[in-house]
Structures are given as structure tokens and as C-alpha cells.
């Protein structure tokens, strides 16, 4: 059993997809600041430093960065969003700007030559890994290129302004050493944060639809009662049009059908709506009546779902009653959805209680999990190379680890703490304890402290009364 996805999520967008939401304002003010502190470096070199600088060149290069900007400013409306290929050019051309200044300026003897590092650290941050692969290697291919090749830097007095080649040469080794360090850096923890963000939009997703399928039994509910009036006024008239038509057999007829037919509509909308959202017992469930609805669509998959019953004080008729809540049920169909997936022919889901907590533990005959992913369990968007034996058992298959990740983030939010194992590992608390030869796969333990989830005595306990009727 390894992570597996819940179903295509077209509507999310891929954690490396987002360079789209960078705004040409943001960059466009970005580079004033920077050719802000150009002309100020500039000025300061020249007038209070007394430096020879050749100004023309560096003047021109900070010129047509002023004139890219003021043209974007006339062309493009400031709230426009760019593209990613647009986002690398402009990161380009600033790269190559800023090595033309270092340049004209003294190469890497200038201390301003850490400012490569910027457009790097843009790039890891909202690029992908080609583009930001493809900064990164200019930024050192230009940095290599600036320690021979540029212009001296002079005083007044002629005197050439240079480090020691032993310095040069730790400067070049610094800046490329924090070019791949702050580079790899940033986009690992950028991209960390992204998955995580579009995995808590899948989440939310499937707990908006687990609610809304929730919910659904309250609107049946409401058309039901508002039915109800039309459906009895229907019911009377062609009562006493049966009444009238004494002499006209074939018109009788058509008026009996007529009541037969409003009396099946309102048993069809009665048994409807008993599930109503505003139905008592519809709150709360048995533990195994909430196992069984979790596990029923995978029900008819080829695959044996052993539900079994384990009370750890010996009272096997009083089973506790959960919280009948769409975050709990979504949850463990999930993690029953994920064993019937990699299970070779039988699932096991155990249900485990004392006064104190509640267990579920599911496990399977499956090949357990793998040890590549194993401390990784519950991660989203985790992705690794299929063996040739699951590309067997299962073609196609291309986990993102959204599955395993739903099912944890939606299970922990109602309280319960999750641990994940492979039959073979000793374990404590459930979680391997007691398990057959048969169970040879992976097994996930489902723990909630009976406060949590209890429906008759936790924190949240179901209103006690008598439900009233739906009256048709």
C-alpha cells in the first residue's frame, strides 16, 4: 500500500505553476529601487570617493533599464500578471545589466558583486527548476567571467583599486558557493510551501464535497416538507373526482392513477427525507455503521473488506457512537480506498475501544510500504518511481501522496492522531499488535481520544429528543 491521490484535481495548480501571479507593478517598482541604488552608487563613487569611473556606459546601462520599465509602463496595464518565460526574460536581462555595471566597475574588486545574488533567489522563489537552473548557471558563468575580464577600478590619483588574487579568488568562491546554496535553498522551501498550499486546497475540496453530499439529505428534507401540500391537494381533488365519476369507468381510472401516483410520491419523498440533515439520529452513528458507510464504495472492487468489531473491555454489544461528521467518513474512505488499491485480496478494518479512546486500525495483504517513502508518509505531493511489480498490479498508477495527505489533514482536524507501519515492524499501541499472518501488509492506526468523537458523552454530544416527523 503506498500514498495514492483521491482523483484528478483539475482545478488546482501545480506547486511550480504559479509564476503567473507576479505582477509587472511588483517588478517594475523592484527595479526603480534598483536603479535607485545604482545611480546613488554612481554618484557616491564618484563624488565622494573620488573614483575614476568610465560613468558614460554605466549611465547608458542604467538608462535602458529606466526606458524598459517606462515602456512596460505604457504597453502593459499595471495590474497585469506575468507569464513565466516573460518573469526569466526580465530576471535575464537584469542579470546581464548588473554584470555589464560590475564590469565597467571593477568586476568582482566591487563590493556590490553579492547583488548577483538577487535574480537567483527571485528565480528559486517563484520559478521552476529549469529557469531556475538556467539563472544559476549564467549568475556563475558570469561571475567566473568577471574575475579576469573588467575594467580597473581607479582613484584619483591613478592608484588601481584591487584585492589580493588570494581575496579575488575567495570573493568568486563565496558568491558562487552562495549562489547554489541560496538557490537550492529557496526553492526547496519555496517549493515545500507551495505543495503544501495546493494540498490544502485538494483538502478543502474534499471536505467541501463531503459536506455538500452532507447536506444534500437537508435539501431533500426541505422539498419534501414544501412538496407536501401541493402532493395532499392533489390527493383530495382526484379523491373526489373518483367520486363524481361514477358513470365514466375509463375516466375513474384515469383518476385513481392519478391518487395512486401522489400517494408514491410522498412515500418516495418520505424515505428521502429521513435523511435530513436535521434528523437526530443522522448526527451520530455506530462505529461499524460509520466503517461501513466509509468503505461501501470500494465495496464492489474485487478486493474482501474485513469489518470487525474489538472492545477492550470485554462488552462487545456497546460499541461506541461517533460523531457523524463529513471530515471523518472522507478520512477513513481514504485510508480504506488507499488499502483496497494495493491489497492483493483482502482488507482488514478494526474497530478498537475502552472508556478512554477509540482505534480503527486498517491494514492489508499488500506489499506494505515502501521504504523509500516511509518517513515521508502523509507528505503531499510526494512523488517516487513505481516498481515494476506495481506498474503490474497496477498500470498507470501515479500517486502524488494527496490520498494519505487528505486523509491525515481531515482525520487530525476532528482530533485523532495517525500512525502508519508495516505488519513485519514491531510496534506498540495497536498498532501491529495482535495481527494475523494474513495481514502482512501496511497497516494505518486511527487513534481519537473518546472525548473527541464520542456522541452520547464527549465534548460535543448529539441534542437528545424526539425528531418530528416529516408530515406529507
Given at each position: 500500500?503506498?500514498?495514492n ?22 517588478q ?8 535607485f541604488g ?16 568610465h ?107 584591487a ?63 414544501e ?7 392533489i ?33 418516495i ?5 429521513r ?43 456497546e ?154
Amino acid at each position: 500500500m503506498t500514498q495514492n491521490s483521491p482523483g484528478p484535481m483539475d482545478g488546482l495548480l501545480h506547486g511550480q505553476e504559479r509564476s503567473h501571479w507576479i505582477r509587472l507593478r511588483t517588478q517594475i517598482l523592484l527595479r526603480w529601487a534598483a536603479i535607485f541604488g545604482q545611480l546613488s552608487a554612481l554618484w557616491a563613487a564618484q563624488s565622494i570617493f573620488d573614483l575614476q569611473i568610465h560613468a558614460l556606459p554605466c549611465y547608458l546601462a542604467i538608462g535602458v533599464s529606466a526606458l524598459s520599465n517606462i515602456i512596460a509602463l505604457f504597453i502593459f496595464p499595471m495590474n497585469k500578471r506575468l507569464s513565466g518565460p516573460q518573469i526569466h526574460l526580465m530576471l535575464v536581462f537584469d542579470l546581464l545589466q548588473l554584470a555589464f555595471l560590475l564590469f565597467m566597475t571593477g568586476g568582482l574588486n566591487n563590493p556590490f558583486a553579492l547583488l548577483l545574488l538577487g535574480p537567483v533567489t527571485i528565480s528559486a522563489s517563484v520559478m521552476g527548476l529549469w529557469s531556475t537552473t538556467v539563472i544559476g548557471t549564467l549568475a556563475i558563468l558570469l561571475v567566473t567571467l568577471l574575475m579576469p575580464y573588467h575594467l580597473p577600478l581607479m582613484t584619483a590619483t591613478g592608484l588601481v583599486v584591487a584585492m589580493p588574487d588570494l581575496f579575488l579568488f575567495g570573493n568568486w568562491a563565496a558568491i558562487v558557493i552562495a549562489i547554489l546554496f541560496i538557490g537550492v535553498y529557496s526553492y526547496r522551501i519555496n517549493a515545500e510551501i507551495r505543495s503544501m498550499s495546493d494540498a490544502l486546497v485538494a483538502t478543502q475540496m474534499a471536505l467541501a464535497r463531503e459536506q455538500k453530499l452532507t447536506d444534500l439529505g437537508g435539501v431533500v428534507a426541505a422539498a419534501a416538507h414544501e412538496l407536501g401540500t401541493p402532493l395532499a391537494t392533489i390527493k383530495l381533488t382526484s379523491a373526489e373526482l373518483i367520486d363524481e365519476l361514477e358513470d365514466h369507468p375509463d375516466l375513474r381510472a384515469d383518476a385513481n392513477l392519478i391518487r395512486d401516483q401522489a400517494d408514491r410520491c410522498r412515500d418516495i419523498l418520505r424515505s428521502m427525507g429521513r435523511i435530513g440533515k436535521d434528523d437526530l439520529h443522522m448526527r451520530q452513528t455506530p462505529a461499524s455503521a460509520l466503517i461501513d458507510e466509509a468503505a461501501e464504495p470500494h465495496m464492489d472492487r474485487g478486493k474482501l473488506i474485513h469489518i470487525s468489531e474489538h472492545p477492550m473491555d470485554g462488552k462487545l454489544g456497546e460499541q461506541p457512537s461517533i460523531l457523524r461528521k463529513p471530515e471523518i467518513i472522507h478520512g477513513l474512505r481514504n485510508l480504506i480506498q488507499n488499502a483496497v488499491d494495493f491489497a492483493r485480496g483482502n482488507v482488514w478494518v478494526e474497530i478498537h475501544w475502552n472508556k478512554d479512546h477509540i482505534w480503527i486500525r486498517i491494514s492489508d495483504d499488500g506489499a506494505g510500504f515502501s521504504s523509500q517513502i516511509s518517513g515521508r508518509l502523509g507528505d503531499p505531493f510526494m512523488r517516487r518511481r513505481p516498481s515494476e511489480i506495481e506498474r503490474s498490479e497496477r498500470p498507470g498508477y501515479d500517486g502524488m501522496g494527496l490520498g494519505l495527505f487528505i486523509a491525515k489533514t481531515l482525520l487530525e482536524r476532528s482530533g485523532a492522531k495517525l500512525s502508519f507501519a508495516n505488519a513485519k515492524d514491531s510496534g506498540q499501541d495497536l498498532v501491529t499488535r495482535d495481527l494475523r499472518s494474513e495481514q502482512s501488509g501496511a497497516v494505518v492506526l486511527v487513534k481519537w481520544p473518546r472525548a473527541k468523537v464520542d456522541a452520547e458523552t464527549g465534548e460535543t454530544p448529539v441534542p437528545r429528543g424526539e425528531n418530528r416527523p416529516i408530515q406529507i
